[in-house]
């Protein structure tokens, strides 16, 4: 599957995914829209019939839509005359059953002359108790000198939970889209592990064929008698087998190192070491070629040295790999507190911004096309950020394009 599929997969995915959340949503709003007026409706009903037996009770005549819905869950009722507490309560019960209104309401009576609500009863349909409520924060109206208050107190945060089949489905249908969601990230993961390891395999069959290759031909060099007549041609090429067998013994460590460490099974044996001495000794081997800059006066760490050899080798490899032209690779170390910098920079290619992140992931290389220039098997930067962690040090990039790359590593002094 190329790449363009699944990104259209993932895209397409992503807008499916969408349009049937924001259906469900959609219906759901609806349908509480709909119970939210089917509830007004059974309401107004019931306390018309409220207002018409408190005007019977009164004595006085029934005014024209003597019910207003000031708000979602609050109605007035004009009763035109004052109201008797005990009366009210029976009428409203009696009405709400009727009609099967099944909630918790408070019940507040205007008071014209201190033009205020009082009472202040929160009962309910599903048992006799009472509660007094507060009853000041309530709206009034100048429209009737008489009037009671009907408050629905959690009607609107019940309605939602009335709605138990599509509250349901909702969370079938979010745990479906969820499996799918997963489901399509382990698709994606699983293609870019595969396009990891195949470009793996492809960069460790490179990079064995060369010492393969060399080993061969000295091989078949030495297999020819008249070899032992020539020493010093013959210490040459056995030299060549040592040097490529080496090669390939440090590629396998390397290789079994990074499996270890995504296991947690690193081999760790720290130990207190000189850094300045095991620098001189590590880049004996590269002839010079690299600018030293040593200005800790304390260079003693605790760290496992073969590890923190293969550390500082990657890091001056990588540097030199990605050199343009003759390298001009610098490593410096200074203190800093209670730790120890080391730093190796290079004047090299750089590396982009959001490139920077990616390069410790295993496997990943830098783009460069469809040319393998560089050398390497993607898993160098990797084994260095597995080995700082094991460590509980701190390692630091600074790099831009064309400008050059510098990694810094902070260490805990001994």
């Known amino acids: 599957m190329s790449r363009r599929t699944i990104q259209w997969l993932v895209v397409f995915s992503a807008l499916s995914i969408i349009g049937v959340l924001l259906t469900q949503i959609y219906w759901v709003r609806r349908i509480i829209e709909i119970r939210n007026r089917e509830f007004s409706q059974q309401a107004h009903v019931a306390l018309q019939y409220v207002a018409e037996q408190l005007a019977t009770v009164s004595n006085v005549m029934l005014q024209n839509n003597p019910v207003e819905q000031l708000s979602q869950d609050y109605f007035?009722?004009?009763?035109?005359?004052?109201?008797?507490?005990?009366?009210?309560?029976?009428?409203?019960?009696?009405?709400?059953?009727?009609?099967?209104?099944?909630?918790?309401?408070?019940?507040?009576?205007?008071?014209?002359?201190?033009?205020?609500?009082?009472?202040?009863?929160?009962l309910s349909t599903r048992h006799q108790k009472k509660t007094p409520t507060q009853t000041a924060n309530w709206l009034k109206t100048d429209k009737y000198p008489y009037y009671v208050g009907v408050r629905f107190p959690s009607q609107s945060a019940s309605i939602p939970w009335q709605l138990e089949g599509w509250m349901w489905s909702s969370i079938l249908i979010v745990i479906a889209l969820g499996f799918f969601a997963y489901t399509l990230f382990v698709i994606l993961r699983q293609k870019q592990l595969s396009d990891e390891q195949k470009d793996?395999?492809?960069?460790?069959?490179?990079?064995?064929?060369?010492p393969i290759s060399s080993i061969r031909i000295a091989s078949e060099v030495l297999?020819?008698?008249?070899?032992?007549?020539?020493?010093?041609?013959?210490a040459r090429y056995v030299n060549i087998v040592k040097d490529e067998i080496g090669r390939l013994q440090r590629q396998v460590e390397l290789v079994l190192?990074?499996?270890?460490?995504?296991?947690?099974?690193?081999d760790i044996r720290p130990e207190p070491i000189e850094v300045h001495k095991e620098?001189?000794?590590?880049?004996?081997?590269?002839?010079?070629?690299?600018?030293?800059?040593?200005?800790?006066?304390?260079?003693?760490?605790?760290?496992d040295r073969d590890h923190f050899r293969g550390v500082i080798s990657?890091?001056?490899?990588?540097?030199?790999?990605?050199?343009?032209?003759?390298?001009?690779?610098?490593?410096?170390?200074?203190?800093?507190?209670?730790?120890?910098?080391?730093?190796?920079?290079?004047?090299?290619?750089?590396?982009?911004?959001?490139?920077q992140k990616k390069i410790f992931d295993k496997?990943?290389?830098?783009?460069?096309?469809?040319?393998?220039?560089?050398?390497?098997?993607?898993?160098?930067?990797?084994?260095?950020?597995?080995?700082?962690?094991?460590?509980?040090?701190?390692?630091?990039?600074?790099?831009?394009?064309?400008?050059g790359s510098q990694f810094k590593i902070l260490a805990n002094l001994a």
């Open 76 to 122: 007035l009722i004009n009763t035109n005359a004052r109201t008797q507490p005990d009366i009210l309560e029976h009428y409203l019960r009696e009405a709400f059953t009727k009609h099967n209104i099944v909630a918790d309401f408070e019940v507040g009576i205007y008071d014209c002359n201190t033009n205020a609500m009082q009472y202040g009863m929160l």
């Open 200 to 210: 793996f395999i492809n960069n460790m069959t490179h990079e064995l064929q060369t």
């Open 223 to 234: 297999e020819n008698p008249a070899i032992t007549l020539q020493p010093e041609r013959y």
């Open 257 to 266: 190192t990074t499996a270890r460490a995504e296991k947690n099974m690193l």
């Open 279 to 303: 620098l001189d000794q590590l880049l004996e081997k590269y002839n010079g070629c690299i600018k030293t800059n040593l200005l800790a006066r304390n260079d003693v760490i605790v760290a």
């Open 314 to 355: 990657n890091l001056v490899d990588n540097a030199i790999k990605y050199s343009q032209g003759e390298p001009d690779v610098q490593i410096m170390t200074a203190n800093q507190g209670k730790k120890m910098i080391i730093s190796i920079s290079d004047k090299g290619v750089g590396i982009a911004p959001d490139l």
């Open 363 to 403: 496997f990943y290389r830098v783009p460069s096309g469809d040319i393998h220039n560089v050398k390497g098997f993607g898993i160098g930067l990797s084994y260095v950020r597995e080995i700082v962690r094991a460590h509980k040090w701190k390692l630091e990039l600074n790099s831009r394009p064309g400008k």
